[in-house]
């Protein structure tokens, strides 16, 4: 019944920018916890950003100061602005939502994952 749909993802070149998005549909709570994770060929699936209901936002350390995460409750809408991209975080990005209202950074804590979208950044 629950559904992610991302988009936005594409070949950049390092230091370039990319906002992925991701549609949430079905029958879901607006006060489900909902991240951003990523994963590497041969590398475990990482946690990137997580956001709750009223926009409380956490990072990996990795990502501070140059990610954005942010949601748009009122269109079911999941963002993620990605600004200096570095070759190393190519990856296939995840939408997900976790079914529960607390932060949680484990991805065996969500419940619902889009289809991924790949983010290619080359040097």
């Known amino acids: 019944q629950v559904q992610l749909l991302e988009s936005g993802g594409g070949l950049v070149q390092a230091g370039d920018s990319l906002r992925l998005s991701c549609a949430v549909s079905?029958?879901?709570?607006?006060?489900?916890?909902m991240g951003w994770f990523r994963q590497a060929p041969g590398k475990e699936r990482d946690f990137v950003a997580g956001?709750?209901?009223?926009?409380?936002?956490q990072y990996a350390e990795s990502v501070k100061g140059r990610f954005t995460i942010s949601r748009n409750n009122a269109e079911n809408t999941l963002y993620l602005q990605m600004n200096s991209l570095r070759p190393e975080e190519t990856a296939v990005y995840y939408c997900?939502?976790?079914?529960?209202?607390?932060?949680?950074?484990?991805?065996?804590?969500?419940?619902?994952w889009g289809q991924g979208t790949q983010v290619t950044v080359s040097s």
């Open positions: 997900a939502a976790r079914s529960r209202t607390q932060m949680a950074t484990a991805s065996v804590a969500y419940d619902y």
């Open positions: 079905g029958r879901t709570f607006s006060g489900w916890y």
């Open positions: 956001i709750t209901w009223s926009s409380s936002r």
